[in-house]
């Protein structure tokens, strides 16, 4: 029994070739969409902030998704966190209004995913798992803006704003990141992966063979 837990952990760590280019395209892919929700960001988070300042942690959840995507789609250690981390430097490279504290952030952010998935012993794959990692994501990132952004906030906004944020983590990243690799696995795209042999044996369709290099 040990041993067998001992083969599959060993497993886990054995990165494919494709595994490894998967996790580089979804940092790019979802960097991209940092990107593009930065501006639209800037936008939507005056009125909020305006309104009621904590409120705009209901609408962060969209920088939680590489994290999220990642680990649901590569299922080993590391590629929640490293995917994350890839977007957030993408983000960055395009111009954003964060500078350099942007890649901290989508550091604490990936390994907040990270974590949750490690809890799991990277064995749930679903979409509690995805909601769970992107909450354990939004706690993360919660606990590093108190200080670096929301330090002169009371309490009560503080914990109005995680509360929020965390929310937004559980449901646009997580519920919206397993929709999303539900909709990849339905083109095909993922048949390399345990998402896509998942989505053919609920469909009773055969996955097209894809080799591992």
């Known amino acids: 029994m040990a041993s067998a837990s001992r083969t599959r952990m060993s497993d886990l ?12 395209m979804l940092g790019v892919a979802v960097g991209v969409i ?6 639209l960001y800037a936008v939507v988070s005056t009125a909020s902030f305006f309104a009621f300042p904590p409120s705009i942690g209901a609408i962060s959840g969209p920088w939680l998704l590489g994290g999220v ?8 250690p590391g ?9 957030a430097v993408v983000a960055l ?34 979409v509690v798992a995805a ?4 909450a354990g994501s939004a706690l993360f990132a919660v606990a590093y ?14 914990l109005v704003y995680g509360g929020l944020f965390m929310a937004s983590g559980a449901v646009i990243a997580g519920l919206g990141g397993w ?4 909709a990849l696995a339905a083109t095909g795209a993922l048949d390399a992966f345990g998402a896509g042999r998942e989505y053919h044996d609920r469909a009773g369709a055969p996955a097209q063979s894809t080799a591992a290099r």
Do not use: H
């Not at 940092?34 to 501006?39: E, P």
């Not at 909601?131 to 992107?134: E, K, W």
């Open 34 to 39: 940092f990107w593009g929700w930065n501006q």
């Open 145 to 158: 803006e108190w200080n670096v952004y929301w330090a002169d906030w009371s309490v009560g906004y503080r």
């Open 179 to 182: 929709l999303l690799v539900r």
């Open 131 to 134: 909601a769970l990692s992107g």
């Open 79 to 87: 590629a929640a966190f490293s995917t994350e981390v890839i977007a």
């Open 69 to 76: 995507i990642g680990g649901l789609v590569v299922r080993r």
């Open 93 to 126: 490279m395009l111009g954003n209004q964060w500078g350099m504290s942007s890649i901290m952030s989508g550091i604490v952010q990936g390994l907040g995913a990270e974590v949750v998935f490690a809890l799991l012993m990277w064995r749930r794959w679903g």
């Open 13 to 24: 760590f054995r990165y494919r070739t494709i595994d490894l280019v998967t996790v580089a």
